[in-house]
């Protein structure tokens, strides 16, 4: 069974001061590790498609990252604006064309001046 | 502006009850799904259709139903044999012709409380 864990469940940092959100994960394949944000009371926003360890993506202040066993979102310099919850999700192959995606519980992440 | 409608917002339901919620796409999207989010949980797959007429089971498909008469819409129905209904409810889809391992796209989510 696909299986995905984030660390922390919880984060909050000072305007500015960066950090690392930690997403472990476990499927008989990776077929692709996606990354994605939700405001409080909405649908959630995607962000990054990572297909294989090493691969990197950057957008804005923030930056995924692969191994094979976890994926990373590095946030530098964040803004309060950033604050949200952000989700990891994994597809593994097998899944046939359904495209179904395992979940993490996500890292809620506050960022204060 | 292409994207993913849910309605209503928010969505009170009696014991006993059955609802529905509407999902409507216009982005030509073959490929929808339901979702429901706990408090603390992640998104667990409910139903989730590939093409007109057809749909499959999730993870937890007990107590709901799907339909897929048209390309652009996949209501849920949450029966009264769904013990547990109140959660948020969202709505996906992914487009036509690309890789089944795209990203999938996300509506604004629909509240629905049990009274």
């Known amino acids: 069974e696909d299986q995905v864990t984030q660390s922390p469940e919880a984060l909050r940092l000072q305007e500015g001061e960066s950090s690392s959100l930690n997403c472990s994960y476990t499927?008989?394949?990776?077929?692709?590790l996606f990354w994605y944000r939700q405001d409080p009371g909405k649908g959630p926003e995607f962000l990054f498609t990572?297909?294989?360890?090493?691969e990197e993506k950057e957008k804005e202040r923030l930056k995924a990252t692969l191994t094979k066993k976890e994926s990373f979102l590095h946030i530098t310099a964040p803004k309060p604006e950033d604050s949200a919850t952000y989700l990891c999700?994994?597809?593994?192959w097998g899944s046939g064309t359904a495209s179904k995606l395992t979940f993490g519980t996500g890292t809620r992440l506050q960022v204060t001046l | 502006d292409g994207g993913i409608t849910q309605s209503p917002k928010y969505l009170f339901r009696k014991e006993g009850q059955n609802v529905t919620l509407s999902c409507e796409q216009n982005?030509?999207?073959?490929?929808m799904y339901w979702y429901r989010q706990d408090p603390g949980q992640g998104l667990r797959l409910i139903y989730y259709?590939?093409?007109?007429?057809?749909?499959q089971k999730g993870d937890i498909a007990e107590g709901y139903s799907v339909s897929r008469e048209k390309k652009e819409s996949f209501p849920l129905t949450v029966t009264s044999a769904q013990k547990n209904p109140t959660a948020f409810y969202l709505c996906?889809?992914?487009?036509?012709?690309?890789?089944?391992?795209?990203?999938?796209?996300f509506g604004p989510g629909t509240r629905l409380t049990v009274l």
């Open positions: 996906a889809s992914i487009g036509s012709g690309t890789h089944s391992y795209n990203e999938q796209f």
């Open positions: 982005l030509n999207h073959d490929a």
């Open positions: 259709s590939q093409i007109v007429n057809d749909f």
């Open positions: 499927v008989s394949g990776l077929r692709g």
């Open positions: 990572l297909y294989s360890a090493g």
């Open positions: 999700a994994v597809q593994a």
